[in-house]
């Protein structure tokens, strides 16, 4: 089974900031990754797919990269909307395994 | 606009079983698969089972398999998870999920307790 490590598993970040989130995968999953936002009480919510492309009606300030094992994701700009936990997951196999989740909140 | 609707949670004692649905809307229901996600109080998400599109293959986690069934009627553009033998490690939120290799599209959950 593939493991996702994401990083750190908390960030505390201020209006208007720029916030990094990692995630490493144990082996290579080419650029089969995604990103998801949660809030409280809802359903994930899919940003990022390809590891790059930003999923239907999600902001600019949203942006994946990597490849391989390292991805990132960057907010560039935090609005309050954002605070959230973010899980990053591999589709290259059938396990379709997600991160421990980096909750993202106001400093 | 794509819609899925969970349904059929609820607290059931270890041993029990229990079905879950996932009531499809706005996109067209037998050319996807799809997918049952489920997260326990605190923790991630977790993948439960997958089903092709026309119901030809089914995948499982291991945590499950051998006690969970998932099942598609296209007609009525319904997916189902059959839960046997539950356990209180089973209690979570569970999702049905579209896929499209990632997971585009969320039910809003439907919450299962295991308890006695």
């Known amino acids: 089974e593939i493991v996702m490590t994401q990083s750190p598993a908390t960030l505390s970040v201020s209006p208007g900031e720029r916030a990094t989130l990692s995630c490493r995968a144990s082996q290579s999953v080419g650029i089969n990754l995604a990103w998801y936002q949660q809030k409280p009480g809802q359903a994930p919510r899919l940003l990022v797919y390809?590891?790059?492309t930003r999923a239907t009606d999600i902001p600019a300030r949203f942006s994946g990269s990597g490849s391989g094992t390292e991805f990132t994701l960057t907010i560039s700009s935090l609005q309050s909307v954002d605070f959230a936990v973010y899980y990053c997951?591999?589709?290259?196999?059938?396990?379709?395994?997600f991160g421990g989740g980096t909750k993202v909140d106001i400093k | 606009q794509v819609q899925l609707v969970d349904s059929g949670g609820g607290v059931v004692q270890p041993g029990r079983s229990l079905r879950l649905s996932c009531a499809a809307s706005g996109f067209t229901f037998s050319n996807y698969d799809m997918q049952w996600v489920r997260q326990a109080p605190g923790k991630g998400p977790e993948w439960v089972a997958t089903?092709?599109?026309?119901?030809?293959?089914?995948y499982y986690a291991d945590s499950v398999k051998g006690r969970f069934t998932i099942s598609r009627d296209n007609s009525k553009k319904i997916l189902y998870l059959q839960m046997n033998s539950l356990r209180g490690e089973d209690t979570a939120v569970y999702y049905c999920?579209?896929?499209?290799?990632?997971?585009?599209?969320w039910g809003q959950g439907t919450l299962v307790t295991v308890s006695s």
């Open positions: 999920a579209r896929t499209r290799n990632f997971f585009d599209y």
């Open positions: 997951q591999q589709y290259n196999d059938w396990s379709y395994t």
């Open positions: 390809g590891a790059s």
């Open positions: 089903i092709w599109y026309d119901g030809s293959q089914k």
